[in-house]
């Protein structure tokens, strides 16, 4: 077992040291500069070991212990141990072991492998693994060898009995004094106890023989007064059966007076109730009344108006009827003149007209074809004279031919762009007049779907009245309702009032504030009261229930405490009242009760009240033990008995201790029947309010529905506007479409009678080009040919004829156009334009070319006369439903009026039958306290009697017999004799048998008792001697084994030196010798040593020296000899030394090194060493080596390579050989005195005098060791 890992946590200077390296099982080395935390590094450990510094700490003591370094406080530290257990020698499982000790300004804790454990726990297992309290030195701190050092022989004996354990001894020895001290005072006070009874049974004998006489006349007496007293218990019991007969009589009356006067009440309560409802019903009918005539009226009017303005679109309608019909048959008539005009343009007119045209334009042909050929010859005979050869004339004909072929291709051009534009326009006719067929056909379409809308928007409407006037009577309903619920919640709260009167203040706010608690936090495990978990089988049980139960009426039943602690907690938190809970997991309530088996009482739990299984431990906790009686004579029977409460029905009480409890109950302030009168009106409120939920509800849907409804009556009213304006737009692009029709047609016309003149324009200039080709090469002549000049003679006479035919055709033309234009006109201008406004008339508005056409205007009244009609509809419903409402609210007021009046006279009757109920309740009661009185007074004498007899105790049934035949009046002078004897034996000790026998067990019982004392004195003493006896073995044990291993460990440290513990006695003179001394402390009492001494020599054959002849490092050296000793004579599984070395020379350092890594590698008992050393002798040993580092007031310790940490060491001391030769100097100017004295200042309590240091080699040495040892305290004096 070692340590293997320490962890450290805001202790001292640690803040938060981390997990470190693992510790080796060997030797390991802890260096650093003085001020860096190495003691504070072993105060840890030993802290969490319970060193005994460490073992109980104040609260003062622990914050000081705190790390106090930048930054936030810390509040609480811990030191954590890793123990490797393979070994097992901690009773604890597992290969590791992990030791915390914790400590806070208000806490100390242990934890044992993460679980908390107590501080006796730890110290047992430490112990158990050879940590011993007796022994502490497997811990080696600063100054604990110099204090070695410092021993007297005295102090280093107790030192050596402390090592031995005999501490335990010794506490063990005391006890065991302390109580032999006590047992010895109780055998003292036991003698005197017994001599005082002997003493005092002696006095007794002498009293006994008057105390026999006495006696005799006492039993006389007694049973003289036993027989007086059961004559006068059963005078007491007979009167008190006839007085129980009598009382039962009266209260069987008085239950039946009381039924009457309770069904009574009630009846008037009830009679109240509903006279304040029907009060309330006519107080709503009167006001229904006002609010349904004003109604009334308004709906009768509305359908006057309706009515009158529906009259006068139905004449409208009719006069709007009339009208269509002239039109529809003046729209025939113009439909079929059209018909005819253009049946006889097309068939006759026009014909004729292009007959005449074509005659015509054939003659004009003709007619310029002669006229050309004349001029051609006129043309011809006149070039003969203009030119002067054929040649000049070809070139003049060939460009004339030429010029005119040009022309003619010019016309050619002007045909055929005249004959595109004409087939251009017969095409865009043909277009136009397809797309007004689609338009028309699309138009008739829309007005199918215009006409579906417009029914649509009617039966939308019809059902948007519809839903609106069940909208009302919903409306009216919920009113109706909202009345009742604002009666009923005045109902609830009064019945809330009485329920809370009927309980303590503090307990209704607590219920209150329960409910709203578990409602809005949702808690669960709440059922609520007592009085909410059961219902009565039969209402007649009422009181008893009630009386029975108590305040416990109004205790709250939950699941588990865990659920009360939160309510109680959230009660008390906002001082919300006080309620008493019960817990169903904490109530212990027998399995099984048992009830007596009679008819005159049955368990209440039973017979009277039903609840749900769950609540059942709480129900049987209230009510388990509660009967109901018959009577009163009932109840006191079985509740003695069974030890039972036992109520009648009346609510009287006998608890199970005998009490009585009666009187007469208020039935008008029942705690159940006003929960009841509360759960009745929560119950019709909560059904009226779903009520009006629903129907709130159902108005919501209707408002929905409506405004759906209203919605779609607006997308329809959207979609027929957009038709409407699609229809009008398409109308008017139609009539403009047909405008263009004609137009181009026109222009069609036109064109098409262009094109004959242009293409005879063509032909003539035609002919002209082909005679001028047939001119050219001719010979040139001056004079025409024979046939020339009749040719053109017959061309003369031709054009003559032609024009005259010309002017012929001419005529005939102009009358065939004006009658083709005069049809035409016709047609376009007057019948054409009648028909469409005769079809715009008695179009709907929406194909109208017109915002202001007849059949706009007949639309918009048929329109409105249906919806007037629907309007009208609604109107007569309402008026009519006004009608039959008003009615109903006539006949409910009269009828809420009669019944009033029936309930007046009722409560009348019933008041006089309760006030003479009243009275004779009153005469009962009166009855009944003069009987209870009787009867208390029997009670009284019977209870007397009972308990003089019970005082008397049992007699002989000889001695009563003797007597049983007297008269009281005999029986009393009998007593009156005997008690005049009797005084004669005043003066005797009536208990003189009695404190006989009592002073005999007593002196029997110290007997016994002193008999015990002295045998356990024996055992005490015996334990004691025991005790002294292993004390003496133990102290010589310890020092036979400590003396060896120290002569053992001084050889090892000093090769050829020796040394020896020598144990002084009182018998020893100053000069006796060493080995005579030893020799004689193995024969001598342990009683007689007085000091332990020490004898060393540092040579073979040197000089033996006492402690107090050696120098500072000789002592030290035999110090550690002597720790080394105690160690291995009580070895514990690893050390701590603390700067160990601090006081030696590199000889003795490198000594106790080795001797430290010969036991740390010991193949047998292996050791763990922890040193800290400011020199590398301990340091080379070492298998690990650590450093401490200190930085802003926070230790940190990391594993170190053993070079670095050599490394450290020889750096620390050539600062301090430098700090040391600066002294020197300094030194050399002082004087002796001041040398010592700043010698005295700069080493503590570790310095050393000159003298001490002179002493020897080993001194000198030690000395310098020491001002390097001492380190840092003495480098920072002397640098300071």
Not at 190 to 199: L, S
Not at 1051 to 1078: A, C, N, R, W, Y
Not at 1126 to 1143: G, K
Request: proline share 1%; aromatic share 4%; glycine share 4%.
């Amino acid at each position: 077992m070692h340590i293997k890992q320490v962890i450290v946590s805001g202790f001292r200077s640690f803040r938060n040291q981390g997990e470190v390296e693992p510790f080796s099982s060997g030797h390991n080395a802890v260096v650093g500069r003085n001020g860096s935390g190495k003691s504070n590094f072993f105060d840890a450990i030993q802290f969490a070991l319970l060193a005994p510094k460490f073992a109980v700490l104040r609260q003062e003591e622990r914050s000081a212990m705190l790390h106090e370094g930048a930054g936030a406080s810390v509040m609480s530290a811990f030191c954590e141990i890793v123990f490797d257990n393979s070994d097992g020698r901690l009773s604890v499982d597992g290969d590791e072991v992990v030791l915390r000790r914790t400590i806070g300004l208000k806490k100390d804790e242990f934890f044992l492998n993460r679980k908390r454990v107590n501080k006796n726990d730890v110290h047992s297992l430490l112990e158990s693994a050879g940590f011993s309290k007796s022994n502490p030195y497997y811990i080696v701190q600063q100054g604990k060898v110099n204090a070695l050092c410092m021993m007297s022989d005295e102090e280093r004996l107790a030192l050596l009995k402390e090592v031995a354990g005999t501490t335990v001894y010794d506490e063990k020895r005391a006890d065991s004094l302390k109580q032999m001290g006590e047992n010895e005072n109780h055998r003292a006070k036991i003698n005197e106890v017994i001599t005082y009874i002997e003493a005092r049974l002696s006095e007794l004998e002498s009293e006994k023989e008057e105390l026999t006489a006495y006696q005799k006349l006492d039993r006389e007496r007694r049973a003289l007064e036993y027989t007086l007293y059961d004559k006068e218990l059963r005078r007491a019991r007979e009167a008190l059966d006839e007085l129980e007969h009598a009382r039962s009589d009266d209260a069987e009356a008085t239950s039946e007076l009381h039924e009457s006067a309770m069904e009574t009440n009630d009846t008037i309560r009830s009679i109240e109730r509903q006279m304040k409802q029907s009060t309330a019903q006519l107080r709503r009918c009167t006001t229904d009344i006002e609010s349904l005539d004003a109604e009334l009226t308004a709906t009768v009017t509305r359908r006057a108006q309706l009515e009158l303005e529906v009259g006068e679109l139905k004449t409208l309608a009719s006069s709007d009827a009339d009208s269509q019909k002239k039109m529809k048959v003046e729209l025939a008539k113009v439909e079929k003149e059209i018909e005819v005009a253009k049946d006889k343009l097309k068939k006759t007119v026009q014909p004729a007209y292009e007959s005449a045209r074509k005659n015509l334009s054939e003659t004009t042909a003709k007619k310029d074809n002669a006229f050309e050929q004349i001029k051609n010859i006129y043309a011809r005979q006149g070039r003969g004279a203009q030119f002067t050869s054929e040649a000049e004339r070809d070139a003049f004909l060939k460009a004339t031919v030429e010029e005119m072929a040009g022309t003619m291709a010019e016309k050619k051009s002007a045909i055929a762009a005249l004959e595109d534009s004409l087939a251009a326009l017969s095409r865009s006719i043909a277009t136009e007049e397809k797309t007004l067929k689609q338009q028309e056909t699309d138009v008739k379409k829309k007005q199918q779907i215009l006409t579906k809308i417009s029914q649509q928007l009617v039966d939308k409407t019809s059902e948007r009245n519809q839903h609106a006037e069940d909208r009302r009577e919903r409306w009216r309903a919920i009113e109706d309702l909202a009345d009742k619920i604002a009666e009923e919640k005045e109902a609830k709260a009064r019945a809330d009032s009485d329920l809370r009167k009927s309980m303590p203040r503090a307990t209704a706010m607590g219920l209150n504030a329960l409910d709203e608690i578990v409602e809005k936090e949702n808690i669960k495990g709440y059922y609520g009261s007592i009085v909410e978990n059961f219902t009565l089988v039969d209402d007649k049980f009422r009181t008893a229930v009630e009386v029975s139960a108590g305040n416990a009426l109004f205790h709250v039943v939950v699941d588990t405490d865990a659920t009360a602690a939160k309510l109680m907690k959230k009660l008390e938190d906002n001082k919300l009242g006080r309620v008493t809970f019960m817990p169903l997991s904490k109530l212990r309530v027998p399995s099984k009760i048992d009830y007596p088996d009679s008819n005159d009482v049955v368990p209440i739990i039973k017979r009277c009240i039903k609840f749900n299984p769950e609540v059942k431990a709480a129900m049987t906790m209230v009510f388990g033990k509660k009967l109901l009686a018959k009577n009163m004579e009932a109840a006191s029977q079985w509740s003695k008995n069974f030890e039972m409460d036992a109520v009648t029905m009346d609510g009287d009480e006998v608890n199970s201790k005998g009490a009585l409890k009666g009187g007469f109950v208020d039935a008008n302030k029942s705690r159940l029947a006003a929960f009841d009168a509360v759960q009745k009106s929560k119950a019709s409120l909560d059904k009226l309010e779903k009520d009006h939920k629903d129907l709130s509800q159902k108005a919501a849907n209707v408002d929905q529905t409506i405004t759906n409804l209203m919605t779609d009556m607006q997308k329809m009213e959207a979609k027929k506007a957009n038709l409407q304006h699609v229809l009008e737009q398409t109308a008017k692009e139609n009539a403009a479409r047909r405008n263009r029709t004609e137009t181009r047609q026109i222009q069609a016309d036109q064109q098409a009678e262009a094109l004959p003149p242009m293409r005879l324009a063509v032909e003539s200039l035609q002919l002209q080009i082909e005679r001028l080709e047939e001119e050219m090469g001719t010979k040139l002549s001056t004079t025409l040919t024979a046939a020339e000049r009749e040719t053109l003679n017959e061309l003369n006479a031709t054009q003559q004829t032609l024009e005259e035919e010309i002017e012929k055709l001419s005529a005939t033309l102009d009358t065939a156009a004006d009658e083709r234009d005069k049809l035409q006109s016709l047609v376009r201008d007057n019948l054409t334009r009648r028909r469409t406004e005769l079809q715009d008339s008695l179009a709907p508005s929406a194909i109208s070319t017109s915002s202001t056409t007849l059949g706009s205007e007949i639309s918009e009244r048929k329109e409105r006369l249906e919806s007037r009609l629907q309007d009208l509809t609604v109107a007569e419903r309402a008026a009519e439903a006004s009608e039959v409402r008003v009615s109903e609210a006539k006949a409910a007021a009269n009828e809420a009026k009669e019944a009033l009046n029936k309930f007046k006279t009722q409560l009348d009757e019933l008041k006089g039958k309760e006030l003479k109920a009243s009275q004779s309740l009153q005469e009962a009661a009166e009855t009944a306290e003069r009987l209870l009185n009787k009867r208390s007074m029997c009670i009284s004498k019977r209870e007397l009697y009972m308990r003089k007899i019970q005082e008397l105790g049992s007699l002989p049934s000889g001695e009563l017999a003797a007597h049983a035949e007297l008269s009281i009046k005999d029986l009393m002078k009998g007593l009156d004799k005997c008690n005049k004897s009797l005084k004669k034996y005043s003066h005797v000790n009536k208990k003189a048998y009695d404190q006989y026998v009592n002073f005999s067990e007593q002196r029997e019982a110290l007997l016994t008792r002193k008999e015990e004392l002295d045998t356990g004195a024996v055992k005490v003493q015996e334990l004691v001697d025991s005790l002294d006896k292993q004390k003496d073995e133990a102290i010589n044990r310890t020092f036979r084994g400590v003396s060896a291993h120290f002569k053992d460990v001084f050889k090892e440290l000093i090769p050829e030196g020796s040394g020896e513990l020598v144990m002084k006695t009182t018998m020893d003179d100053d000069e006796d010798e060493e080995g005579s001394t030893s020799t004689r402390s193995n024969n001598v009492e342990v009683s007689l040593f007085r000091g332990v001494q020490i004898n060393v020599k540092f040579t073979k054959n040197g000089e033996n020296f006492l402690m107090s002849q050696l120098s500072g490092g000789q002592k030290a050296l035999v110090a550690m000899a002597l720790i080394f000793a105690i160690q291995r004579c009580d070895p514990a599984p690893f050390y701590l030394f603390d700067e160990l070395d601090q006081a030696l020379d590199s000889t003795h350092r490198a000594a106790v090194a080795a001797l430290i890594r010969r036991q740390a590698q010991n193949e047998e008992n292996p050791t763990q060493f922890i040193t800290s050393t400011f020199r590398p002798e301990l340091v080379s040993v070492a298998s690990r080596c650590y450093g401490i580092s200190h930085q802003n007031k926070v230790s940190n310790i990391h594993m170190l390579t053993k070079k670095d940490a050599l490394a450290f060491i020889a750096n620390l001391m050539s600062e301090e050989e430098a700090v040391l030769d600066s002294s020197t100097v300094d030194r050399s100017t002082m004087s002796k005195s001041s040398r010592v004295s700043l010698g005295a200042a700069g080493t503590d309590d570790e310095g050393e005098s000159d003298d001490e240091n002179n002493t020897s080699n080993v001194g000198d040495k030690k000395s310098t060791g020491k001002n390097r040892g001492g380190n840092g305290r003495t480098s920072k004096r002397l640098r300071t």
